[in-house]
């Protein structure tokens, strides 16, 4: 089984960074996900770890410590349709290779 | 990536009704999931969607209440039996083309039970 935890909210403003983490505990870990989900729609894939490091994707970079269980996604020059929820899900490949998704973190960018 | 559909995206539904939900990939994929949103919350694992066997259903969701069917590899449905209030969510399936590859998801389909 895997506990997955991430804040509840946070805010920020337009322009500005922001960090939201992630920790997890797992076994046989196969991949942790971000994904930017607005109110009332699907989830929209953002990043994928699965090797320690950072992964770079425009605006979007995340990063993954496996020896921490630990992850986050920075989001820089925020826009105000940054505002949604975003994500944390691992990959177990003892569970089938289906994703656990954390609470996610509502982020909300005020001007 | 994968483009999914869902049908219907949404509906209202009387109690002790039953609903299937069409799931539709625009490519063949070796996995597809089944996963609820409950209003407010995060996604929780219905089950997965195995090709020519049954699925693999996650602990407290029992294929009596969601039987799901997945004849080929762009195409699955989940039913949702005999329905409860409780049962209002947003269903949503997902695919990936390999165990390795990302999953992406469909629209999702909005249910209300009265």
């Known amino acids: 089984g895997q506990n997955i935890d991430q804040p509840t909210e946070m805010t920020a403003t337009e322009g500005a960074i922001v960090q939201i983490n992630c920790t997890y505990q797992t076994s046989g870990f196969n991949g942790l996900f971000w994904y930017q989900q607005h109110a009332g729609e699907a989830p929209t894939f953002l990043s994928y770890n699965v090797l320690d490091g950072l992964e770079e994707k425009g605006r979007f970079s995340s990063f993954l410590s496996r020896s921490k269980g630990y992850s986050y996604l920075l989001l820089k020059e925020l826009q105000m349709k940054d505002s949604a929820s975003y994500l944390c899900?691992?990959?177990?490949?003892?569970?089938?290779?289906?994703?656990?998704f954390g609470k996610g973190t509502s982020l909300l960018v005020t001007p | 990536s994968a483009v999914i559909s869902q049908k219907p995206s949404r509906d209202i539904c009387q109690r002790g009704t039953s609903l299937t939900i069409q799931c539709q990939v625009d490519s063949q994929v070796t996995m597809m999931f089944w996963y609820r949103q409950q209003p407010g919350q995060s996604l929780t694992l219905i089950a997965t969607a195995n090709q020519g066997s049954e699925a693999t259903y996650e602990s407290g969701f029992v294929i009596d209440k969601f039987p799901i069917s997945r004849p080929n590899l762009t195409f699955s449905t989940l039913t949702v039996s005999n329905m409860s209030p409780e049962d209002s969510s947003i269903y949503l399936c997902s695919g990936a083309r390999s165990q390795q590859e990302t999953q992406y998801f469909g629209p999702g389909t909005r249910l209300l039970v009265l």
């Open positions: 899900a691992v990959r177990e490949g003892a569970s089938g290779y289906a994703l656990n």
